[in-house]
């Protein structure tokens, strides 16, 4: 085996700029000079896991508890694009800041996960990332997440905590698509 030529250590005088060059000016802001943030929430459907129950919104056990996730899809996609989100956020007096935002991403979706025992059980291969089921058997669910991931130019003050709050709405058949 050939040995290859050492590698000589970086150099102790950097030629990296500056934090404070790399914006432009030292005038940076990280509310005002933001292009965007990614919101992610995950809601817990069935009896969820101790452990992440605080990072969760659980809405409890029970078949009447099951998230419609097309419908909430549905009226996801009404909210995405520039519109004033003004009946969805706080806006305080003498906040001048615009209330038209642009919502780039809205989308929601189901993990589901299963007990591997059982799935064992029923006849699937168990790999650390997914189960594949190699007969028709099916297994028992133990768990699943609604994820609402929402990504948008600027957000007013509880206006993803308001657009979640009614897309689980919608998603429970208490408000229609529709509605929103």
Not at 57 to 84: P, S
Request: neutral net charge; aromatic residues 4%.
């Amino acid at each position: 085996l050939a040995s290859s030529p050492p590698v000589a250590p970086p150099s102790s005088s950097s030629s990296s700029p500056s934090p404070s060059s790399l914006s432009g000016s030292n005038e940076f802001h990280a509310r005002e000079s933001c292009i965007g943030k990614r919101y992610v929430y995950t809601i817990q459907e069935g009896q969820g896991d101790p452990m992440t129950a605080r990072y969760r919104w659980n809405i409890g056990r029970g078949i009447t508890k099951r998230l419609n996730v097309d419908r909430m899809n549905d009226a996801a996609q009404r909210l995405q694009g520039e519109h004033d989100f003004t009946s969805f956020g706080v806006v305080e007096d003498g906040d001048d800041r615009p209330t038209r935002k642009r919502m780039r991403r809205l989308e929601v979706s189901r993990i589901v996960t299963v007990d591997p025992i059982e799935a064992a059980s029923a006849g699937c291969i168990i790999d650390t990332n997914h189960v594949t089921a190699t007969t028709t058997t099916t297994t028992t669910r133990r768990d699943t997440v609604v994820t609402i991931v929402a990504e948008c130019d600027r957000y007013l003050y509880n206006m993803m905590r308001m657009i979640c709050g009614t897309l689980v709405q919608v998603g429970l058949g208490r408000l229609s698509p529709d509605d929103v």
